[in-house]
């Protein structure tokens, strides 16, 4: 069954207002309500707007983006909205002009002290495919057109308090990405979930999860696709704690995918073990350390078994913090805007945030990944890195100013790019918002 074909109506657009209807009906304690008004303007200039490393064409881009924070909060229940969007005008390529959405919205309603209902979305509509839900997910292929695609996650779920530390979460997700372009098609991604955490003492703890995910593809023009396939991922952790600051654990996970009338690419299986340790050196500085091993069995036999391993050195300065961090393993793509499969991949980053003055801060970032596509002939090698300034002209009135350059090499050209981009933001909210209780 195609469950997306007959989707009109984006449920994070329902979501705010079914919710708003629950909360109100709360007449046993207070409803606390804070709104904040957000309105961004910003000016961009970048030199390659389609990612292309033979024929570049530059423009300047500006957008408005007015939106809104809520907040409601009681005893019994509470919400959470962040929603913007954004007007986008391009100077040279009017044709390009479009309106991008991005918003989240959470929710949750208690049923005694122990049982928890918890709803989730994040929606985003855009052109540009390097802007994503977090920073470092954008998409590892390409597409050089920038027509506009959406993408909505949305997940529910019940948790189940029985112990300090002692949980159960069963739920369901439903994901989809929606591409704007006739030679892709639309994905839908969407099953139940399961986790349990128990721990025995102190010191010793498990952690249990289990998920199904079907797999549904379809196009805009022509017959249903056959693409369709499920997945299947179970994993187990064992924990030990040697103190407050010390703790370290070992974990099996198994994913499977299986594709009855859809290409073999999706009949694979991957068995991945990791052993971890993280610790606390002190208040201002931890590190988390990761390695194992991953064998992919069937049609992916042939990408070849391999180390895994991520690590992770977190440390708070003077004024400011810096993240370190580096990675191997394997992952997939399934809704990027251009999916993939099993996938190879290295990748290291280093970043930095610092407090000049009171008013003032700056950062700066770098990243590297390798991706060796096992079912692609391509593989690529993406550098990155940003910079920037943020000053606080009054309490409700900021300026920032970013410059991102991000270099692709592939060993197929149409992957390849350079893109630098230049961009200054004005920021305007309300410093606490407007508040009521009812």
């Known amino acids: 069954m195609k469950i997306f074909k007959h989707w009109k109506a984006h449920v994070f657009f329902l979501l705010p207002l079914i919710t708003l209807v629950l909360i109100s009906s709360d007449a046993t304690g207070a409803n606390r309500v804070t ?4 309105l961004t303007v910003s000016e961009e200039y970048d030199d390659n707007i389609f990612l292309d490393k033979e024929n570049k064409k530059s423009d300047y881009i500006t957008t408005a983006s007015p939106g809104i924070i809520l907040n409601i909060d009681s005893e019994k229940n509470g919400l959470s909205l962040d929603y913007a969007p ?24 208690g049923f005694g002290k122990h049982l928890k209902f918890n709803l989730r ?12 839900f977090e920073p470092g997910q954008a998409s590892q292929l390409l597409t050089h057109t920038r027509r506009p695609y959406q993408r909505n996650d949305a997940r529910a779920s019940l948790d189940y308090q029985f112990g300090p530390e002692d949980y159960l979460t069963a739920g369901y997700r439903h994901n989809f990405i929606k591409r704007d372009d006739p030679l892709f098609y639309d994905t839908v991604e969407h ?14 703890g498990v952690e249990f999860s289990y998920s199904f995910t079907r797999y549904e593809y379809e196009y805009d023009q022509g017959p249903d696709s056959t693409d369709d396939f499920d997945g299947h991922q179970a994993g187990g952790r064992y924990i030990h704690r040697f103190g407050p600051h010390t703790k370290a654990y070992i974990n099996y996970q198994f994913t499977a995918r299986s594709s009855k009338e859809g290409p073999d690419e999706y009949d694979y299986k991957v068995h991945n073990g990791r052993i971890g340790v993280a610790h606390d050196f ?19 036999e042939d990408a070849g078994s391999g180390m895994s391993y991520s690590a992770s050195l977190t440390r708070r300065i003077e004024h400011g913090n810096i993240i370190l961090s580096a990675e191997r393993g394997w992952d997939e793509g399934f809704l990027e ?23 003032l801060d700056a950062y700066a970032g770098i990243s590297y990944r390798k991706n060796k596509y096992f079912f692609e002939e391509e593989d690529d090698e993406t550098y990155a890195g940003q910079c920037g300034i943020r000053l606080k002209i009054l309490r409700w009135l900021s300026v920032g100013l970013n410059y991102t350059r991000r270099d692709r090499r592939s060993d197929y050209p149409i992957y390849e790019y350079t893109d630098n981009r230049v961009m200054i933001t004005f920021s305007a909210r309300h410093p606490e918002g407007f508040r009521w209780i009812f």
Not at 89 to 101: A, E, I, L, P, Q
Not at 121 to 132: F, G, H, N, P, V
Not at 191 to 204: E, H, I, Q, R, V
Not at 282 to 300: D, H, I, N, Q
Request: hydrophobic share 30%; charged share 25%.
């Open 35 to 38: 709104l904040q008004p957000v």
């Open 86 to 109: 954004t007007w986008v005008w391009y100077h040279k390529y009017s044709g390009k002009d479009t309106v991008r959405h991005r918003g989240t919205f959470n929710f949750w309603q």
């Open 121 to 132: 979305d994040s929606y985003l509509k855009s052109e540009d495919i390097l802007e994503t």
């Open 191 to 204: 099953g139940p979930f399961a986790t349990l955490s128990y721990w025995f003492t102190k010191a010793d």
């Open 282 to 300: 002190s208040s201002k500085t931890s590190a988390v350390l990761e390695c194992g091993y991953y064998r992919p069995e069937e049609k992916a």
């Open 337 to 359: 805007v251009e999916p993939r499969g099993f996938t190879r991949y290295s990748s290291a980053s280093a970043k930095i945030d610092y407090t000049i003055w009171k008013d």
